[in-house]
């Protein structure tokens, strides 16, 4: 008959994590313009709906129902927004990222027009950034910008692409000094893309999403102020609309994170000896399940709960049972 020890680790309690915060959407029946919609979803909740992810697409389409008609979502086109390509906060002097020089009328914020060209004498026009024309790059090295003429016709896009790679950006015109240099700089009668740029549309709630799910051949920018809608005979499509047609609206609000109390793990080292009449392999797979089996039934009987989780621990030589004879001959 032989004696042997056997160690059992007794886990008890576990620990949770809570989700990340999730938008409850809320859509109103009762027809607003866009900005009495706005001003609703704010007093009421937190914003109008932002739409960002097709998940969130097919949750509304879901919400809708029946209804077939569309609603208004929280982007719109803000066409008074004017930003350089270099976007470095650090590369401006106070007032410079604000430096413009508009010609007459300028910018007529025409829907299409969201991009600058830069006219022989350095007056800025807003223009089609699909539109193909010179560029002007530079390089910038510390406050420093040395400005570089490209011959070749491009879109705005292209341009920007072309000077990120082979230069710093698009240039920036800063001040009134810089934008004499470029006059002495451009050959008469050209034009010139530079880097001032209007990224017009803007969501409600200040969210930057870039998401868009647009209607074929959408936006049209039919209207001289322009809001967007969901619409859900068309699997919740974008159109633009006048903002001041009245139309039902989607607000949002967070839903509040209840937080899950972590209780803590403890650890109990148990040791219990066991008769082996049999010469059973005590380290054997089948014996160490079974045994963790009635442990824990024993353990459950005793009262504790389910979320008691039991372990082998091992010794150093990768054994869990020892005979107690021989480890008394090793403390000899």
């Not at 208004?72 to 106070?94: A, K, T, V």
């Not at 016709?153 to 470029?182: F, I, K, P």
């Not at 159109?239 to 001041?244: A, F, G, V």
């Not at 442990?295 to 989780?309: E, F, M, S």
Request: with cysteine; aromatic share 12%; proline share 5%.
């Amino acid at each position: 008959m032989e004696k042997v020890l056997l160690i059992i680790i007794a886990l008890s309690g576990l620990s949770a994590v809570s989700s990340h915060a999730e938008r409850q959407y809320h859509f109103v029946s009762e027809a607003k313009t866009m900005s009495e919609a706005q001003r609703y979803c704010r007093e009421k909740h937190t914003d109008l709906a932002t739409v960002d992810s097709m998940e969130v697409v097919e949750l509304l389409n879901n919400m809708a129902g029946q209804y077939n008609q569309s609603a208004w979502i929280g982007l719109h086109d803000d066409r008074d927004i004017w930003r350089w390509s270099m976007s470095d906060p650090s590369f401006y002097e106070p007032g410079e990222i604000e430096f413009r020089r508009w010609g007459g009328n300028q910018p007529d914020n025409w829907p299409i027009d969201q991009c600058t060209i830069l006219y022989a004498n350095t007056i800025f026009y807003d223009y089609d950034c699909n539109a193909r024309y010179r560029s002007v790059c530079f390089d910038v090295t510390g406050p420093n910008a040395a400005f570089v003429l490209i011959e070749r016709e491009m879109t705005w896009t292209e341009g920007q692409s072309y000077c990120r790679e082979h230069h710093t950006d698009l240039a920036s015109v800063r001040n009134q000094a810089e934008n004499q240099q470029l006059a002495a700089m451009l050959p008469a009668g050209t034009w010139y893309w530079i880097g001032l740029y209007r990224d017009s549309w803007k969501w409600s709630d200040g969210s930057n999403s870039s998401f868009k799910y647009w209607k074929v051949n959408k936006p049209n920018y039919r209207a001289s102020k322009v809001c967007v809608a969901a619409a859900f005979d068309n699997s919740g499509r974008w159109e633009d609309l006048d903002c001041r047609v009245e139309k039902p609206f989607i607000c949002y609000r967070p839903v509040p994170v209840v937080p899950v109390p972590v209780v803590p793990v403890s650890m109990k080292v148990i040791k219990v000896s066991v008769e082996n009449p049999n010469d059973v392999d005590l380290n054997g797979k089948a014996f160490l399940d079974a045994m963790l089996v009635e442990a824990k039934k024993k353990l459950r009987a005793q009262g504790l709960d389910d979320n008691v989780q039991l372990a082998w621990r091992k010794q150093p030589d990768g054994q869990v049972f020892h005979k107690e004879e021989e480890k008394k001959r090793d403390e000899l």
